[in-house]
């Protein structure tokens, strides 16, 4: 198990963590690496990395859907969205290893999804390797 950290620098931001991923299974032949962020307010997921646009259209749509300040709880931190957001898109995720590669689509790229920051942020990556 291998645990990283992120410092965040706004409310709300997606950040590539692809390749500090990728440095971690270079050393796995085959397998699945789960990575897991404990936290309710940030999460991760698997989107497209190439265009920026992506994680902006996704934070838009969730801000109309999610607005901020109308929630019971938000009278104690004031961050119920954060957490309604974390809820739908998930903590963890699950990626095939093989050769020391993520198995990854050509666009894709994992992201970690802050909805309450600027913080610091954990992220947890456990490894599954297959023995042959």
């Keep these: 198990m291998v645990e990283l950290t992120i410092k965040t620098s ?7 963590i692809t390749n ?3 440095r971690r299974v270079r050393e796995i032949d085959e397998g699945l690496v789960c990575i897991f ?39 104690v931190d004031g961050n119920t969205d ?7 898109i998930g903590n963890s995720i699950n990626i095939p290893v093989k050769n020391g590669k993520l198995q990854l689509g050509v666009w894709q790229g994992i992201f970690l999804c802050e909805f309450d920051g600027p913080r610091e942020r ?10 042959k």
Excluded: M, Q, Y
């Design 10 to 16: 706004k409310r709300e931001e997606f950040i590539d």
């Design 20 to 22: 500090l991923v990728e």
């Design 37 to 75: 962020v404990p936290h309710t307010t940030a999460c991760v997921t698997i989107n497209e990395k190439a265009d920026p646009n992506i994680s902006i259209d996704i934070n838009n749509f969730l801000n109309r859907t999610v607005p901020r300040g109308k929630w019971l709880h938000d009278v």
């Design 82 to 88: 954060a957490h309604i957001k974390t809820s739908l």
């Design 122 to 131: 954990k992220i947890i990556l456990n490894f599954i390797e297959i023995k």
